[in-house]
């Protein structure tokens, strides 16, 4: 089994800057990674996922504020989010996924197909 646990959440304002962390514990070998948001009445988004440095994907509202990585080493993924907007106010969740046969990057858009879960963390952004 696999666990994943979030931290970095806060309150900011507008511009700021926030990194999201999340610890894996457990058989966590050849995994897809990733960043889900979701706000309160809305759908549960995919905002960047990884699988290796080279292979990482972003969505368009976020692409050149966020970036995604991963310190194997440390077993952490990270979300550094640079000039927040209150849009981007939201609970955010660490993913995971062990990589089947056929999967992509792509394959981390869809919930659905998430292994394991974080408990999530709020990020709130005022203007």
């Known amino acids: 089994q696999v666990q994943l646990v979030e931290s970095g959440g806060g309150s900011v304002q507008s511009g700021g800057s926030l990194r999201l962390s999340c610890v894996v514990s457990?058989?966590?070998?050849?995994?897809?990674m990733g960043w889900f948001r979701q706000a309160p009445g809305k759908e549960r988004e995919a905002v960047a996922s990884?699988?290796?440095?080279?292979?990482?994907r972003y969505a368009e509202s976020v692409k050149g504020r966020f970036t995604i990585s991963r310190d194997s080493t440390k077993n952490t993924l990270y979300l550094q989010m640079n000039s927040l907007k209150p849009e981007d106010t939201s609970a955010y969740y660490c993913?995971?996924?062990?990589?089947?046969?056929?999967?992509?990057?792509?394959?981390?858009?869809?919930?659905?197909?998430?292994?394991?879960w974080g408990q999530g963390t709020q990020v709130t952004v005022s203007a």
């Open positions: 993913a995971a996924r062990r990589r089947r046969p056929g999967d992509t990057i792509r394959t981390m858009l869809d919930s659905r197909k998430i292994d394991f």
């Open positions: 457990g058989r966590s070998s050849d995994m897809y």
């Open positions: 990884i699988y290796t440095p080279d292979i990482t």
